[in-house]
């Protein structure tokens, strides 16, 4: 039985008249519950993923679920007001942080808002805090190196402009002082740091700020604080938005650091956002893009060919292991995508020997690519020198006569081990590093007993430095070894021995 006209006319009018409404539940919501910083709001219809949603009292979420009949929503501030029936707007804007010069030498929160005390920050311009990766056509492959300063990194773990390179180990054995150092030694580097924080102490932060500052670093960094007292979410966009920040510069041809701290408390927000959030949990409650996760954050760091400018984004990303464990889900998850890890270990901490990096452990995928000529000349044998050691030392416990060959091999493996030892936020340049490593390869430290190694490094520098600086001139501009310089070197070098031993015996 077909439809009579009035009928018809009747039904059109009825729809008409619910046409605005229709529409606004595509952009207007309603909250339907809230709590743990999560709420589920009805309607939005038109929301997207990673957009700003505002809620009544100027506070913002972010939206992360999209199901069929409601949006899964993470609030970005004080959720305490807020309450069921509470109406809630799209803003159609996708996350977004401030990015510019501006940003350098202050302190902010993932949003973008300073956290310093020094007042608003003075930029116009934003970046979406997710961006996909550059692609391969644009990249170029790493082959000018990034200094840290320390002799043990630069010297056996050489890290590049564009590299991935994961600072990995238990609590408390020195992972945010070597990326704290590796910051310092970028003065006059033409490098622009950030150093991202996740879930630190406010106390912490302020301490390495503080140390910046000391060291005249924060004038070409910026840090991006998501402490542990924030929420959640506020945690999981914080590394987003700090790559965000480094990418402005990349665009422009410059090189940036930017340094992970940790990604370890990161895994555990984003956990807690998921759970939340009735996500399905798997290994370790962890969701099952908890890879991805790191992986498209991790991705954003390269190398740009010089048609898309010759910009790089060199990453320190940080893992906390637990009892040295790094055969675990998050640790093996970023080792896969990194480009080789610095491993710190707790019992080389504990005997004293800083920065305790494992060099058997630790390894660099892109290798001498990223050492300058003169590096690679003195330092090519270190890291056979010291497994050799070890590999001795472990026999000598038990053998009581030991021949002349393996007492030299264990005594040279102390000496080198000495030259590696650095006290904290003390980084060496290139050139000074060059100066002891030839001292080690060419048996100047022979006669000279271990507890006296470092003294005789720090006088044969000096010596260096004082009586023939056109040697580090030239290393420094050259940056390679000529048949010349090596011999002049060797002249140096034995007539300060000689000197040495002088006043060894006066003592």
Excluded at 93 to 119: S, T, W
Excluded at 286 to 302: A, I, K, N, Q, T
Excluded at 439 to 461: H, V
Excluded at 493 to 501: G, H, I, L, N, P
Aim: aromatic fraction near 6%; charged fraction near 25%.
């Amino acid at each position: 039985m077909g439809l009579r006209p009035d009928e018809i006319s009747a039904l059109i009018k009825d729809q008409i008249k619910h046409y605005d409404d229709i529409i606004e539940q595509k952009d207007i919501g309603t909250v339907m519950t809230v709590g743990d910083g999560v709420a589920v709001i009805h309607g939005l219809d038109n929301a997207m993923v990673s957009e700003l949603i505002e809620f009544p009292g100027n506070v913002f979420g972010m939206v992360m679920n999209l199901d069929e009949d409601s949006v899964g929503i993470t609030l970005l501030g004080n959720a305490d007001e807020i309450k069921e029936g509470d109406e809630v707007r799209r803003t159609g804007k996708i996350i977004e942080v401030p990015v510019g010069d501006e940003l350098l030498g202050r302190v902010v929160n993932p949003l973008g808002q300073a956290i310093d005390g020094q007042g608003d920050l003075r930029t116009s311009k934003t970046r979406p805090i997710e961006r996909i990766a550059p692609g391969v056509m644009t990249r170029k492959s790493v082959d000018q190196p990034l200094q840290t300063g320390i002799t043990t990194i630069d010297s056996i773990i050489p890290i590049g402009r564009g590299q991935r390179e994961l600072i990995i180990g238990d609590r408390e054995t020195g992972k945010t002082a070597i990326a704290i150092d590796t910051i310092l030694n970028q003065k006059n580097q033409n490098i622009y740091c950030i150093y991202v924080a996740i879930g630190q102490k406010n106390s912490t932060v302020a301490q390495v700020v503080n140390k910046l500052k000391q060291g005249g670093a924060m004038e070409y960094t910026t840090v991006v604080s998501a402490s542990a007292s924030e929420m959640a979410p506020v945690q999981y966009i914080a590394p987003y938005a700090g790559c965000a920040i480094a990418e402005e510069w990349l665009e422009q041809g410059k090189d940036v650091l930017i340094v992970y701290d940790d990604l370890s408390k990161h895994a555990v927000a984003y956990r807690t956002l998921s759970l939340l959030l009735k996500r399905a949990p798997g290994r370790e409650a962890y969701p099952g893009d908890v890879f991805y996760l790191h992986s498209r954050l991790l991705e954003r760091s390269c190398r740009l060919n010089e048609e898309n400018g010759g910009g790089s984004i060199t990453a320190l990303p940080i893992i906390e292991t637990q009892a040295g464990d790094i055969s675990a889900y998050i640790p093996t998850n970023v080792i896969s995508i990194t480009d080789g890890q610095i491993f710190l270990q707790q019992e080389l901490f504990n005997a004293g020997f800083r920065p305790a990096i494992d060099t058997g452990l630790s390894v660099s995928r892109v290798g001498s690519a990223a050492q300058i000529k003169a590096m690679k000349q003195v330092s090519s044998s270190l890291k056979f020198e010291l497994a050799q050691y070890q590999e001795m030392q472990a026999f000598a416990q038990f053998g009581s006569d030991l021949d002349e060959a393996t007492k030299a091999t264990i005594d040279h493996g102390e000496k080198v081990r000495e030259v590696l030892k650095q006290a904290q936020y003390s980084p060496r340049l290139v050139t000074e590093q060059v100066i002891t490593l030839f001292a080690l390869k060419y048996g100047f430290t022979k006669t000279i007993k271990t507890n006296k190694i470092s003294e005789f490094m720090t006088g044969i520098t000096e010596n260096v430095k004082m009586t023939h600086p056109e040697y580090l001139t030239e290393i420094e501009e050259k940056k390679v070894l000529s048949d010349e310089l090596i011999s002049s070197l060797k002249e140096v070098m034995s007539a300060y021995v000689k000197q040495f031993e002088n006043l060894q015996k006066a003592e």
